[in-house]
């Protein structure tokens, strides 16, 4: 062994050259010439490299512990994510269908409706006086022709008019100057007569019929009159039926969405009217607008390439449609349950997606029309999907892996993440059913080869 102190290397530039090494500059006890000491390092160099090298390859670095797990085989429910929002099964506006004052609101938002209770009430003067105008106009054209009141539909109208008195005395004269006529014809022929006085016969018949027929027309004129003054005062009646505001009641194919034990009820969900203010038959004034919130449907836009998972709802009710389970942010522990009842049958060309209506009761009235639901589209049950503790993946700049332990090394194995649970999360990628997966120690795991690895018991 060499004792002593090993002088500094010191190489200036632009001295010697490659086929002269600079001289040898004494330092310490023991003079030591600059290539030597190069030489010295470079062999303690290439010494670590080689006894690095031999321990990446040569398996002489201790093996890594891990932690591990076996991959599971779950029954997963397989469904489509989508976001949408809650509306009423049906939405009505209520407006008004006649002008005036309102004078008295008999419900406000909040309150519970039933189809035919009144909303409001509208000042009912003005058309009152239209109906006493319009049942009087008709009382007049109806005492023309001898009727107290307006007969159904039933009536024979012209058996009626020919029962009218001045229409039958019509009728009778013209009758008697017809026999009286054929009186005159036979005392004609006997020379009884004159030709003069038959001729003024025969006038006064045609004369006669014609006062019948005038009679006639002039009857069914007044009848047409009395009927056209029926329909005004029905007229004047409905609008005055108008000034009453009441709750609609639903059409049959909205009823046909409804349970048939469910009782029908509307909620106030807006009031646009104040007592005293003045209301107008526009498109543009609404009164009131009603929800009708039990049950309640769910509007959805679906992405085009999930089409071939949503099925088409049958048109009889009675058949099973696909389920869809809701989240609601207010109820974050609760899940809704409802089913498809209408598939939009085109695209958005712009947005790329069609349209859902799911349809959910809402018993309590806690879900609300306006309101965000999470909606899962449930599609089909996979009951053989490969899953691992959500320890055992490894992200890296947007990439998810697992080591797999095989044969005491472990394997690097690209995953992508499916279905996630309570602590386990579904892997898609060449993962066999009887691996093991790592759930610690993974960041001293090489990526590019297996790893010897030691397992250790889980704390």
């Known amino acids: 062994m060499i004792e002593g102190t090993v002088g500094v290397l010191a190489v200036e530039h632009g001295r010697g050259s490659w086929g002269s090494l600079p001289t040898c500059r004494p330092s310490g006890r ?25 321990d990446k390859t040569g398996g002489e670095r201790p093996a890594v512990a891990v932690t591990v797990a076996a991959v599971e085989t779950r029954e997963i429910q397989r469904l489509v994510e989508v976001v949408g929002s809650f509306r009423g099964l ?5 407006t008004p269908k006649v002008e005036g004052r309102v004078v008295k609101l008999h419900h406000d938002v909040g309150d519970i409706v039933a189809p035919g209770d009144v909303l409001l009430d509208i000042d009912p003067t003005d058309y009152e006086l239209a109906v006493d105008e319009r049942a009087g106009e008709l009382n007049a054209e109806l005492r023309k022709i001898d009727l107290a009141e307006m007969p159904g539909d039933g009536i024979d109208i012209e058996k009626h008019i020919a029962e009218l008195p001045t229409v039958a005395r019509a009728a009778n004269l013209t009758e008697n100057m017809r026999r009286k006529l054929d009186r005159f014809k036979k005392l004609y022929d006997k020379k009884t007569v004159s030709e003069e006085d038959l001729q003024q016969m025969e006038t006064d018949l045609k004369m006669a019929e014609a006062t019948v027929a005038q009679m006639r027309i002039e009857a069914r004129t007044t009848w047409a009159t009395a009927r056209q003054k029926n329909a005004l005062l029905a007229t004047a009646k409905q609008r005055l039926a ?35 203010e003045i209301v107008r038959p526009t498109g543009s ?6 929800v009708l919130d039990r049950p309640m449907k769910v509007l959805a836009a679906v992405p085009e390439r999930y089409a071939g998972q949503v099925q088409e709802p049958s048109p009889d009710p009675r058949l099973p449609r696909q389920p869809v389970q809701i989240h609601v942010d207010a109820y974050p522990a609760e899940v809704f349950r409802g089913a498809i009842v209408r598939v939009n049958p085109t695209f958005d060309p ?44 490894v992200t890296y700049v947007g990439s998810v892996r697992v080591f797999a332990i095989r044969d005491g090394q472990a394997h690097k194995i690209d995953v ?29 795991l090489a990526l590019d080869k297996p790893t010897p690895v030691r397992i250790r018991e889980t704390p």
């Open 90 to 94: 049906e939405e009505v506006t209520i």
């Open 416 to 444: 992508t993440q499916g279905a996630s649970g309570r602590g386990w999360v579904e892997v898609v990628g060449d993962l066999r059913p009887d691996d093991q997966v790592a759930t610690s120690g993974q960041g001293q």
């Open 242 to 276: 108008d000034t009453t505001v009441v709750v609609p009641t639903p059409t049959l194919e909205t009823s046909r969405l409804l349970d048939k034990t469910a009782k029908v009820q509307y909620r106030v969900a807006q009031r646009m009217a104040s007592e005293g």
């Open 30 to 54: 023991f003079a030591t010439c600059p290539t030597t000491v190069l030489l010295l390092l470079i062999a303690l160099v290439l010494s670590g490299c080689k006894q690095g090298a031999k």
């Open 285 to 290: 004034m609404g009164l009131f607008r009603l």
């Open 350 to 393: 712009v947005s790329r997606t069609f349209q859902i209506e799911a349809q959910v009761a809402n018993e309590d009235g806690r879900l609300k029309a306006g309101g965000l639901a999470k909606i899962d589209v449930l599609t089909n049950v996979d009951r053989n999907a490969k899953t691992v503790p959500i320890t055992a993946l």
